[in-house]
């Protein structure tokens, strides 16, 4: 099947603890059906101090399940499906199913 979301996608939130709140898909997971997305589901993780790194508390994004994420709508930025159709030239692009305009463009 055909991957809906990709890296570097606009993604909105559709339901959840980050309900209505959007950003950029960081990672792409499929295997687990999960995405990590910027700004989404942070975590605090305790860092150990290293040679590197300074020790503390620190934010990160988790990970979010797929199916509580959708496109964005290049129009309008809201909530919508993910169509695919195959242009003249061959080439196999996403659509906004709520506007019609091209994802991938």
Same mark, same amino acid.
Request: charged share 35%.
């Given at each position: 099947?055909?991957? $809906?979301?990709? $890296?570097?996608?606009?993604? =909105?939130?559709?339901?959840?603890? @980050?309900?209505?709140? /959007?950003?950029?898909? %960081?990672?792409?997971?499929?295997?687990?059906? #999960?995405? =990590? =997305? #910027?700004?989404?589901?942070?975590?605090?993780?305790?860092? #150990?101090? /290293?040679?590197?790194?300074?020790?503390?508390?620190? /934010? $990160?994004?988790?990970?979010?399940? %797929?199916?509580?994420?959708?496109?964005?709508?290049?129009?309008?930025?809201?909530?919508?499906? =993910?169509?695919?159709?195959? %242009?003249?030239?061959? #080439?196999?692009?996403?659509?906004?199913?709520? /506007?019609? @305009?091209?994802? @991938?463009?």
């Amino acid at each position: 099947m055909a991957a $809906k979301i990709k $890296k570097g996608d606009k993604v =909105v939130v559709i339901t959840g603890r @980050d309900k209505g709140k /959007s950003g950029e898909v %960081l990672e792409v997971r499929p295997d687990a059906g #999960r995405a =990590v =997305v #910027r700004g989404i589901a942070m975590i605090k993780k305790h860092q #150990r101090q /290293s040679q590197t790194q300074t020790g503390g508390i620190i /934010s $990160k994004e988790g990970t979010i399940n %797929l199916s509580n994420i959708a496109i964005a709508d290049p129009k309008d930025g809201k909530p919508t499906r =993910v169509g695919f159709k195959v %242009l003249e030239d061959g #080439r196999k692009i996403r659509f906004a199913k709520r /506007s019609g @305009d091209p994802i @991938d463009a």
